[in-house]
């Protein structure tokens, strides 16, 4: 029970820091993209937390390091911690906007890995939207 009550509450910190950062600090990421790519680090890491408290810790390791979803998870891992560092150690406007946005598509596919169907329904969609960007830009020359 005590478990239950942990990841619960990891759970909601997550909501919140989620919340503050889409509807507080992503309204402002062109002024502070830091406080945005910060809370939505901080609540990515309470989430993968609370996982782990459900699931237990060995089981939610072997899940993420599994054959199928092993380059996801390194994908997003790395996209999270140069999210940190930029917006921590190495203040930059522009990789703290970079790191930010490569974390946003690498939580995306990330999240696709768990579902079923989930990779081939993101490639596609990623294939439409590749499309769609290359016919604007094709019909703007």
Do not use: D
């Amino acid at each position: 029970m005590q478990r239950f009550q942990v990841a619960v509450g990891l759970g909601l910190a997550s909501g919140l820091l989620f919340a503050m950062a889409l509807f507080v600090f992503l309204p402002m990421v062109i002024f502070v993209p830091g406080k945005f790519a910060l809370s939505f680090s901080i609540a990515s890491v309470l989430l993968i937390m609370a996982v782990a408290f459900l699931r237990g810790p060995r089981k939610t390791l072997t899940g993420l390091v599994a054959r199928e979803k092993a380059v996801f998870t390194a994908g997003y891992m790395l996209s999270l911690c140069l999210t940190l560092f930029a917006t921590i150690v190495s203040p930059s406007y522009l990789l703290v906007i970079f790191s930010a946005g490569l974390q946003v598509i690498a939580l995306a596919w990330f999240v696709a890995s768990h579902i079923p169907g989930g990779v081939q329904g993101m490639t596609a969609m990623s294939g439409m939207v590749m499309r769609a960007t290359t016919a604007m830009v094709m019909r703007g020359n």
